[in-house]
């Protein structure tokens, strides 16, 4: 099972990102999959999780701002990020719930 996940970057405040986890070995349609972040000195978090039915989640911090996605046909699952903060500045990994984890993409908020 791999999980690749790309589309990190630095961007200033109020930008977008999206981030891509390209799977190969698992099919996304019919995993739940999830987002996690990791600042600095801080414990991982789960920001944003999508169910197998196509059902989305979100961290308190980052709803409203953040969508998750999935096209089946790619067997890749997006998280696409808007109205950055410098807080959103951490690694962010794909995982297959509760299961796999891909390597980090690094996204940095910063003017």
């Known amino acids: 099972v791999q999980l690749q996940a790309s589309g990190g970057g630095l961007v200033q405040p109020g930008g977008s990102l999206r981030l891509s986890c390209a799977a190969s070995?698992?099919?996304?349609?019919?995993?739940?999959m999830g987002w996690y972040r990791q600042a600095p000195g801080k414990q991982r978090e789960l920001v944003a999780t999508i169910s197998s039915g196509g059902s989305t989640n979100y961290a308190d911090s980052v709803k409203g701002r953040f969508t998750t996605s999935r096209d089946n046909a790619k067997n890749t699952v997006y998280l696409q990020m808007s109205s950055l903060k410098p807080d959103d500045t951490a690694v962010y990994y794909c995982?297959?719930?509760?299961?796999?984890w891909g390597q980090g993409t690094q996204v940095t908020v910063s003017s």
């Open positions: 070995g698992i099919n996304v349609s019919i995993s739940a």
């Open positions: 995982r297959r719930l509760y299961t796999y």
